[in-house]
């Protein structure tokens, strides 16, 4: 290879990346990832729907023959309630601004159930007894399901880092559905002619505080300052996490000196004078 040839190999490697660098990214989408295709939508009642556009863009939604206008806030969010629908479908959500268009086709409206807890929901078809034999019989297109992603954040998201499809049920699918889920959604489709659509968010052995927002558990009292750290690990994370460990430190103390589990969260100074209190006989 000449010198020539070789230089300009080099220079086509370093381009590549170069180039791609200077590409702008895409719009993010203007739905949010719960309006995708396949989804389906609560009946009855009025249908929310929401997303993200350009700052104070001017955001046309419809779905059906219901249309609504909209404008986004400053930061580009966006939410629009259309008129609530009987079962039925398939439709088409679509969300317009002068500048992008995004369309969910095979939107259906039904009833939709939130499949919420641990190992017990989050146990997947393929695990079950016979799995295999139910999937294989899977044929009703008429449930679908979402398996919301795992992941462990200190405060509430507005959108996915991943965005998780709508999945229909078929045989090659359902493995992966929730199986209390799908097996209740199939259960009820014998008697309820409707769409039914399941979104799983459940994690095996999450504790039930996971779960309440940070508010309500205020209201408790007993775990503000497990609160307070969290909210200081959203700030600072090594301050965060040296005050956690200044904290497991106290609890290990505590079980070593056998004090009451209720001082476990308490200071250094706390737990020596226990101890001191402890060998002089003034328990």
Do not use: K
Not at 18 to 27: N, R
Not at 41 to 62: D, F, H, I, K, M
Not at 231 to 242: I, T
Not at 248 to 266: D, F, I, M, W, Y
């Amino acid at each position: 290879m000449t010198v020539r040839a070789a230089l300009t190999l080099a220079l086509a490697l370093f381009a590549t990346p170069a180039a791609a660098q200077d590409t702008p990214a895409p719009p993010p989408p203007l739905l949010n990832a719960m309006f995708s295709d396949h989804a389906v939508l609560q009946r009855g009642q009025p249908v929310r729907v929401w997303g993200n556009a350009a700052p104070r863009a001017r955001v046309t939604v419809t779905l059906a023959s219901a249309r609504r206008v909209v404008r986004a806030d400053s930061a580009g969010a966006w939410s629009a309630t259309l008129p609530a629908m009987s079962a039925g479908g398939p439709y088409e959500l679509t969300a317009r601004t002068p500048g992008a268009s995004q369309t969910a086709s095979d939107v259906m409206v039904g009833d939709v159930y939130l499949c919420s807890g641990q190992s017990n929901i989050e146990f997947s078809v393929r695990g079950a007894l016979n799995g295999a034999f139910e999937a294989s019989r899977a044929n009703d297109t008429n449930i679908r399901h979402m398996r919301i992603e795992q992941r462990a954040i200190g405060e509430p998201q507005t959108n996915f880092a991943n965005a998780p499809p709508w999945q229909v049920a078929s045989p090659e699918t359902v493995p992966g559905f929730s199986a209390a889920c799908y097996f209740m959604a199939r259960e009820l489709r014998r008697t309820i002619d409707v769409p039914m659509g399941l979104v799983t968010s459940a994690w095996g052995g999450s504790n039930i505080r996971a779960w309440v927002s940070q508010p309500t558990l205020r209201t408790v009292g007993q775990w503000n300052q497990a609160l307070d750290m969290l909210a200081l690990h959203q700030r600072d994370p090594l301050a965060g996490e040296a005050a956690w460990g200044e904290m497991a430190e106290a609890v290990v103390r505590a079980q070593l000196l056998g004090v009451r589990p209720a001082l476990a969260s308490g200071s250094r100074r706390e737990l020596d004078r226990r101890r001191a209190e402890r060998h002089l006989g003034r328990r």
